[in-house]
Each structure stands twice: as structure tokens, then as C-alpha cells.
Antibody, heavy 121, light 111 residues
Framework: QITLKESGPTLVKPTQTLTLTCTFSGFSLSTSGVGVGWIRQPPGKALEWLALIYWDDDKRYSPSLKSRLTITKDTSKNQVVLTMTNMDPVDTATYYC?????????????WGQGTLVTVSS | QSALTQPASVSGSPGQSITISCTGTSSDVGSYNLVSWYQQHPGKAPKLMIY???KRPSGVSNRFSGSKSGNTASLTISGLQAEDEADYYCCSYAGSSSPYVFGTGTKVTVL
């Protein structure tokens, strides 16, 4: 049974750096073809893909946010960490992490519950 | 990388069928048979309903079906039920450099 859970601050100030952790179970991020990605959703708005890290440590970023994002993994801890610099109120959103793999077409299949991050002074 | 285009809203009466479109480009939807659809109820995480254009994960009702023609993918919900009222998002693989692109989302209302 695959599960993921996001954790991190619920409130950050403008210009600060956000660090979110995705802790997962039921799969290994060292298995070929597996990835963990981050997706966000501003209140009342659509889903937006942010970043993705693969089992082989290959990393991909949304072109529009690439300069602000860093994704890393700790396979031994079953964790993936996303950092986003220079936070702005428009970054207020629910942030999800999600598993992807060959079973369901390499797009997100299992999702965490999400964590709401508010950017405000 | 632009978001895939979906209608903002679709509605139908119980028992009817509705179809949600998801229009991309030849760089995403048109190039790969890797389109997924997600159902999202208020305050909940997205749930995978369709993958690889037309396949259903175990446990998803066969009232949900998917298809694709050219740069447009579609999700059809047949025998509409009250519990189907939710937001629906498509997602397509868009190449190795920027793998995911999501749709703009569609609110389904059961009248």
C-alpha cells in the first residue's frame, strides 16, 4: 500500500525559503522507473506541476519556477524534499507530493493529502 | 509549457452522460498515449480515475471512460450520479525535459 504525506510550515513570510518534506511508504525510490513529484494548487485554482525526481536522481523542474526550486531525495529515509526560495503571496497554495511509476503510465498516481502553505507577513 | 485547455464547467442530470475535453498540442497530448484524469472533491487530494488515455485503475467505476483523438483527450462519465459532482483534471506527459502538464480543470455539476 503506497502512502505519501507532506509536512512543513503552514505560514511563511514573503522572501523566505519554503522547505517541504514528503515522507512515503509502500515503495522504494531506488526502484527503476519510480518518481516522486510536487504539485501545487492555489485556493480555487488549478493544479500546477512543480518538480519531479526519479529513482536515478534525475531531476526535472517547471520552466517557470526552475530558478526557485530544488528537489532532493533521501532514499534511506523514504523522503523527498522540495525547497522554494523567495516566497511571495501568490505562492499561497496546497502543496501535494505524488508517486509515479510504470504501473499507471508514469504520471502521478498516488497522492499525499496535501499541506496548505500561506505566504503572508 | 501551457496548461491543457478544459471547459470550466459541465453539467448533467442524474443518469445522463457527459464528456469533458482536454485540448493540448502536438508536443503533449498529441504525441503520447500518456494522459491521466483525476477527480477532486472539495478539500481532498486528486484521485486517479483514468491512465494511459483509457485504462481504469482497479476500483474505479466502469462508468468512467477515456479516449483521445489528435491533440484532444476526453473523459466520459455515463450514468451520472450525485457523487460524481467534483472537479476533474487531465494531465499529459509532455516530454522528458518537462514531463507533466495539467489541465485547467472542469467543475462537474449534477443537476
Amino acid at each position: 500500500q503506497i502512502t505519501l504525506k507532506e509536512s512543513g510550515p503552514t505560514l511563511v513570510k514573503p522572501t523566505q525559503t519554503l522547505t517541504l518534506t514528503c515522507t512515503f511508504s509502500g515503495f522504494s525510490l531506488s526502484t527503476s522507473g519510480v518518481g516522486v513529484g510536487w504539485i501545487r494548487q492555489p485556493p480555487g485554482k488549478a493544479l500546477e506541476w512543480l518538480a519531479l525526481i526519479y529513482w536515478d536522481d534525475d531531476k526535472r523542474y517547471s520552466p517557470s519556477l526552475k530558478s526557485r526550486l530544488t528537489i532532493t531525495k533521501d532514499t534511506s529515509k523514504n523522503q523527498v524534499v522540495l525547497t522554494m526560495t523567495n516566497m511571495d503571496p501568490v505562492d499561497t497554495a496546497t502543496y501535494y507530493c505524488a508517486h509515479s511509476g510504470y504501473s499507471y503510465g508514469y504520471l502521478p498516481d498516488y497522492w499525499g493529502q496535501g499541506t496548505l502553505v500561506t505566504v503572508s507577513s | 509549457q501551457s496548461a491543457l485547455t478544459q471547459p470550466a464547467s459541465v453539467s448533467g442530470s442524474p443518469g445522463q452522460s457527459i464528456t469533458i475535453s482536454c485540448t493540448g498540442t502536438s508536443s503533449d497530448v498529441g504525441s503520447y498515449n500518456l494522459v491521466s484524469w483525476y477527480q477532486q472533491h472539495p478539500g481532498k487530494a486528486p484521485k486517479l480515475m483514468i491512465y494511459e488515455v483509457s485504462k481504469r485503475p482497479s476500483g474505479v467505476s466502469n462508468r468512467f471512460s477515456g479516449s483521445k483523438s489528435g491533440n484532444t483527450a476526453s473523459l466520459t462519465i455515463s450514468g451520472l450520479q450525485a457523487e460524481d459532482e467534483a472537479d476533474y483534471y487531465c494531465c499529459s506527459y509532455a516530454g522528458s525535459s518537462s514531463p507533466y502538464v495539467f489541465g485547467t480543470g472542469t467543475k462537474v455539476t449534477v443537476l
